[in-house]
């Protein structure tokens, strides 16, 4: 997956979990899974996540539609 396929899933689960700002939790925690400044996941939409990265946007997902806080 890549960075903006990863951006575009955690903005559609996030908001169909009710999560208000959906857009902007996407960014934090695909920024947080990749260690990638969010600010600067533009410039890295083509790079691919690893594993272990979407192991971590998919833990993080599932906390935040959790109600856990960014």
């Known amino acids: 997956m890549r960075i903006h396929e990863a951006l575009i899933l955690a903005r559609s689960r996030l908001s169909a979990a009710g999560i208000p700002a959906p857009g902007t939790d996407a960014r934090l925690l695909v ?10 996941l533009l410039l890295h939409r083509e790079d691919r996540l690893d594993d272990a990265a979407q192991a971590r946007l998919e833990a993080a ?3 935040r539609v959790a109600r856990r806080p960014v």
Do not use: K
């Open 31 to 40: 920024a947080h899974a990749t260690g990638i400044a969010a600010d600067r």
């Open 61 to 63: 997902l599932a906390e």
